[in-house]
């Protein structure tokens, strides 16, 4: 059993910055593929960004490449999004998301979900 607890969002101007955290509990976080989607209102649920369990692999979707970044600590059992240059269409519900032992982009291939946290671009 994983629990996932997301951090960090908020209210950002549009060009601004947020860093998302994501505490997972579980001695196994390293073997996990941890990813991030989002969700706006009315919208489905969208992919963001993965990082393998080694960190050799790692996807963007489109829309957030060269602006958001995500790292993890497995020490720390924590994995990041640093999203850059923040634009009104990133208003979305976060979630951070572990894959056991796969790669994985789509939503039905994750095991286990945090909770959510509102981010928010507006002037």
């Known amino acids: 059993q994983v629990q996932l607890v997301e951090s960090g969002g908020g209210l950002v101007q549009p060009g601004g910055s947020l860093r998302l955290s994501c505490a997972a509990s579980?001695?196994?976080?390293?073997?996990?593929?941890m990813g991030w989607f989002r969700q706006a209102p009315g919208k489905e649920r969208e992919f963001v960004t993965y990082m393998s369990w080694d960190g050799i692999s790692t996807l963007y979707a489109d829309s957030v490449k060269g602006r958001f970044t995500i790292s993890r600590d497995n020490a720390k059992n924590t994995v990041y999004l640093e999203m850059n240059n923040l634009k009104p269409e990133d208003t979305a519900v976060y979630y951070c998301a572990a894959a056991y032992g796969r790669w994985a982009f789509r939503p039905h291939e994750y095991d286990y979900w945090g909770q959510g946290t509102q981010v928010t671009v507006s002037s």
């Open positions: 579980g001695r196994t976080f390293s073997s996990y593929t």
